[in-house]
């Protein structure tokens, strides 16, 4: 038998084989055939009931051991699908960007959304979807329609409770870790008929991938891939005993696979899944290369709803009210990579978007704001700048939905703009307190009187290289193969205190050190202060530790942007707040608690250093030095003060230097 037995219905022949079997349930029907009482089927269950869909889901797979596995013959029954790469964590450095995580994974695959729209950031216990899941749009699209959910992942339960709840899940089933269970209730949910959607979750894998992908991985592989054997099996005997059936299968991960021992940033490899289907598919499916340096030309999680709610004939008709950020694989190709990016200085959101990289034909493209048309473009626009509605409601988060249609095809991003009545012009009681101010278009000097920057080593390069900056002078780059640098400001003695910089990165290498007075490869509990970018892809770090315990808050670092950030210290009230200023964005502040702190411990005397830790030997430790540069503008620190919330906000909004208070 073929290996695509169950490809019933191909694209070509899906509108010939619909027809067909509309025609004869519409003879069945008025043969009046059935027992007393039983009403005629609706158009839509007559359409629909013939169609059914296996999602399975097969956490801690990654694609690299699949593929392997199936070149080798180990995966016999995956190699039945027509196994693609595709890309998982939204689009770095916008704001669909959400940690390579099960919980937000799972979200996305049944939703179609990334972060900023289902709300699921973490594997917390108390995640809530915040999006409508594939579930919810099967029920209302037809309530005849039912689901079954069997499950092996312990953060699915509560992932999908609503649904259950609700009746949207008609049968769910937990089998706490046992595969073993999933592959035979699915079995016999398929074997019924009497679901449209089964889900079968298979969580085993994870927990070994956590060691690597050695022996034991491709063990738990082989007796994986038996288990969705046996599932392919059901749907075989399923169609041998009903012909009229046809089957979509969808088989995914969770997320790119990722150890536990790794302190790796993200790169393209960890946010790499894989999606499997037993059709065909449309050009963006059938063109994903592994060997594609882009990964944000595959697929992506967010499109495996959508291509379920396409085959199950399920999507809602109004095209301009599309909310998901992914798109059918079954169907014409409509704009790639929709993102948003918001610009608070000129209240504007610029959106971005790439033509589809086949021949598909697009004679204009449609461009909706929450279901309102804004403009029909020219069919080789990638590119729009919009002017949305700001300040009705006063200093809030607005939130809009853009559309853009094309080809009749939708693709969807949300965009948010945080709306605080802009400072244009700096207030002069910035300038209290302000004992560093280094701009970098004066070379390294401290504009107000300060200490200047300094190499950190001798063998640094004494020439400091430098870039155009965010207010049309220059900043300065830290590279340090080259060098790095010191400012003598010293945090033992004052009470209060205030850092604040600009800073530019690609978000990507681990632990950069921005800027540090302590022992960063001791850990986090050793004493002194540091910003630093996280282990992971676009996050970064406030940490104080004073020997013995340690204090932490991190917030999420767009990429190959200027950011503020700040980090204001009160010793008598043993409290931080650590800030970060994202233009477009509501400013981002975390309390951070020292009241069990040894003050003089975690504020040790020395110079603050940058792009390095205390020691200067950082990097000389085996760390990883970053590709890309980061650039610093602005750097500040304030003695005998510690600004508020507002000084930041309008540090940031204002769009200007500090160093325009200081022009006579």
């Not at 039912?146 to 649904?163: E, G, H, R």
Request: glycine share 8%; hydrophobic share 40%.
């Amino acid at each position: 038998m073929s290996p695509r037995f169950f490809n019933k219905l191909t694209m070509p022949k899906r509108l010939h084989a619909l027809l067909f079997l509309t025609l004869c349930a519409a003879l069945t029907a008025c043969g009046g055939g059935g027992s007393g009482g039983t009403s005629a089927p609706s158009n839509l269950e007559r359409q629909t009931s013939s169609r059914h869909v296996l999602l399975i889901g097969l956490d801690g797979l990654d694609i690299e051991p699949l593929q392997q596995a199936v070149h080798s013959g180990q995966a016999p029954a995956l190699a039945q699908l027509a196994i693609r790469p595709a890309f998982s964590g939204g689009i770095s450095g916008t704001v669909t960007a959400q940690q390579t995580l099960s919980g937000p994974g799972w979200a996305s695959l049944v939703t179609g959304t990334w972060a900023n729209r289902h709300q699921v950031v973490s594997d917390g216990a108390a995640a809530d979807l915040q999006a409508p899941t594939l579930f919810q749009q099967l029920q209302t699209a037809n309530p005849q329609q039912q689901a079954a959910v069997i499950v092996s992942n312990p953060l699915l339960p509560t992932l999908l409770q609503k649904d259950r709840q609700s009746g949207a899940i008609k049968q769910f089933t937990d089998c706490a870790g046992v595969d073993l269970c999933v592959s035979d209730a699915a079995g016999k949910a398929i074997s019924s008929g009497q679901y449209a959607l089964v889900v079968a979750n298979f969580n085993t894998l994870a927990a070994v991938a956590q060691n690597g992908s050695g022996a034991a991985y491709q063990q738990a592989l082989s007796q994986l891939d038996q288990r969705v054997g046996q599932l392919l099996s059901a749907i075989r005997t399923r169609q041998s005993a009903n012909p009229q059936e046809s089957w979509l299968i969808v088989a995914s991960s969770d997320r790119g696979l990722r150890t536990s021992a790794s302190n790796a940033a993200l790169d393209a490899a960890t946010q790499t899944s894989f999606i499997a289907l037993n059709q065909s598919g449309n050009s963006v499916f059938q063109q994903a290369k592994a060997s594609d340096s882009d990964i944000y030309r595959y697929p992506s999680q967010a499109d495996i709803t959508p291509t379920i709610l396409d085959f199950m004939q399920a999507q809602g008709r109004d095209s301009t009210q599309w909310k998901m950020d992914g798109q059918s694989l079954l169907s014409t190709p409509g704009v790639q990579m929709l993102r948003s990016q918001a610009n608070i200085p000129t209240k504007t959101i610029s959106l971005n978007w790439r033509l589809p990289a086949d021949d598909t034909l697009i004679e204009t493209i449609s461009l909706y704001r929450d279901s309102v048309l804004l403009q029909s473009l020219p069919a080789n626009t990638t590119t729009f700048t919009d002017n949305p509605p700001l300040g009705q409601d006063g200093e809030r988060t607005y939130t809009f939905n853009y559309v853009v249609i094309a080809a009749n095809t939708a693709a969807a991003t949300q965009a948010q703009i945080d709306y605080v009545v802009p400072d244009d012009q700096l207030r002069p009681s910035l300038l209290e307190g302000l004992l560093n101010l280094l701009p970098f278009n004066n070379n390294l000097s401290d504009v107000v009187g300060g200490a200047a920057f300094s190499r950190l080593k001798s063998s640094d390069s004494t020439a400091p290289s430098f870039a155009a900056d965010n207010f049309g002078g220059q900043s300065l780059v830290i590279n340090p193969k080259i060098n790095s640098y010191t400012l003598a400001s010293n945090t033992a003695t004052p009470a209060q205190f205030s850092i604040g910089l600009w800073f530019n990165s690609d978000a990507t290498q681990a632990w950069l050190p921005i800027v540090a007075n302590k022992d960063w490869d001791g850990g986090g509990s050793t004493p002194g202060l540091i910003i630093s970018q996280t282990s992971s892809k676009n996050g970064v770090t406030f940490n104080i530790g004073d020997g013995s315990q340690r204090v932490d808050s991190t917030f999420s670092l767009p990429s190959n942007q200027w950011v503020y950030l700040a980090l204001t210290i009160n010793k008598t009230t043993r409290q931080a707040v650590a800030y970060l200023g994202v233009p477009g964005q509501k400013l981002q502040s975390a309390t951070m608690d020292l009241t069990s702190m040894n003050m003089v411990n975690a504020f040790p005397a020395g110079p603050l250093v940058f792009n390095e830790d205390g020691t200067g030997n950082f990097y000389g430790k085996g760390y990883a030095m970053g590709q890309v540069a980061p650039k610093y503008n602005d750097v500040a620190v304030w003695n005998r003060r510690t600004l508020g919330s507002r000084d930041i906000t309008m540090l940031f909004t204002a769009g200007k230097s500090l160093t325009t208070l200081l022009t006579p």
